[in-house]
């Protein structure tokens, strides 16, 4: 059973900074790329950032050069730095990753989602 836990959302003041972080836990092979998505009241969910296995990292335009991403040393863990943020920065938060297991079959990649962090920007 795989799983992937968030933590480090709350209520915070415009400016100021947040940082999230997800862990990968269970029967996992390998870890591919590993990414937040954020989806806000009556809006669909959208990527934030993403980084690959070798440490490529990609950002949406909205949240380039205030959001950082990253991941542990260990690789099952990825973290999201999120610096000077805006009102329209709220959203519920969710870590995504591609994880490999060993199945009956071989090995399998499946798209795996956190239960999602609330992250909310209001003075």
């Known amino acids: 059973q795989v799983q992937l836990v968030e933590s480090g959302g709350g209520l915070v003041q415009p400016g100021v900074s947040l940082r999230l972080s997800c862990a990968a836990s269970?029967?996992?092979?390998?870890?591919?790329?590993m990414g937040w998505y954020r989806q806000a009241p009556g809006k669909q969910r959208e990527l934030v950032a993403v980084i690959t296995s070798d440490g490529s990292t990609n950002y949406a335009d909205s949240v380039k050069g205030r959001f950082t991403i990253s991941r542990g040393n260990a690789k099952n863990t990825v973290y999201l730095q999120m610096n000077s943020l805006k009102p329209e920065d709220t959203a519920v938060y969710y870590c995504?990753?591609?994880?490999?297991?060993?199945?009956?079959?071989?090995?399998?990649?499946?798209?795996?989602w956190g239960q999602g962090t609330q992250v909310t920007v209001s003075s």
């Open positions: 995504n990753a591609v994880i490999t297991v060993v199945a009956v079959n071989g090995l399998v990649s499946t798209n795996y």
């Open positions: 269970g029967s996992i092979f390998s870890i591919n790329d």
